[in-house]
């Protein structure tokens, strides 16, 4: 089954709005943590939050370990919050390091 | 710049070419990895090195063949691939294997096999 799922896959939203990113995550996935993808595919780490709540400017997340779901919230969005989201966790049947993705939010914000 | 840095970032290769993708890390990491993007499907994990010794190879085709010379670089080495094949291969390391804290990428190499 699907070990990680974003929701929704795409949102535009105008400048200065505030939205709301769902990553749904399986019991073989632990330690989760937020990229953000930029239009020329770097992969920045915004958030590792196994559980609780992290602010970083306007940004912030919180995680509900037990009912396996966290949140991202981007608050008075700016064009340079377009790009793409991903959710990733470590994948729990080995210590390899391996990190499960979620399928990402395309995020576009107009002007 | 992130610490972890690729070379090139953008390749065009022909199938019956050999060439090399470089990472670097800069971070004292210990875990190096490489992964796939494709259009529209998630990242997926190529193979993993853990001080210099491959730990991890996830079911990757024999014309992509790793090299970790020093826990600090890492190299795939590519030959007679497919268009198929044309993607976005992003390094990454980590402080080690078992935890995903500073998991750092870098900024990819976009090939693209003609």
């Known amino acids: 089954g699907i070990q990680v799922e974003q929701s929704p896959p795409d949102l535009i939203l105008q400048e200065g709005a505030n939205s709301t990113l769902r990553c749904n995550f399986s019991d073989s996935v632990n330690n989760l943590q937020w990229f953000h993808q930029n239009p020329w595919g770097q992969l920045i780490n915004l958030f590792y939050i196994p559980s609780g709540t992290k602010q970083n400017g306007r940004l912030s997340a919180t995680t509900v370990a037990t009912e396996r779901y966290s949140l991202l919230y981007i608050s008075s969005s700016q064009t340079t919050d377009s790009g793409v989201y991903f959710c990733a966790g470590l994948g729990g049947s080995s210590n390899t390091g391996k990190l499960i993705f979620g399928q990402g939010t395309t995020l576009q914000v107009k002007p | 710049e992130t610490g972890v840095t690729q070379t090139p970032r953008h390749l065009v290769m022909g199938m019956t070419n050999k060439k090399s993708l470089k990472c670097e890390q800069h971070l004292g990491h210990n875990a190096m990895y490489w992964y796939k993007q494709s259009a529209k499907k998630p990242l997926e994990l190529m193979f993993v090195y853990s001080l210099e010794e491959r730990v991890e190879n996830n079911s990757v085709p024999s014309r992509f063949s790793p090299e970790c010379p020093n826990s600090s670089h890492l190299f795939l080495h590519l030959h007679t691939l497919q268009p198929e094949d044309s993607a976005l291969y992003l390094c990454?390391?980590?402080?080690?294997?078992?935890?995903?804290?500073?998991?750092?990428f870098g900024s990819g190499t976009r090939l693209t096999v003609v």
């Open positions: 990454a390391s980590s402080p080690t294997t078992i935890a995903n804290y500073g998991y750092t």
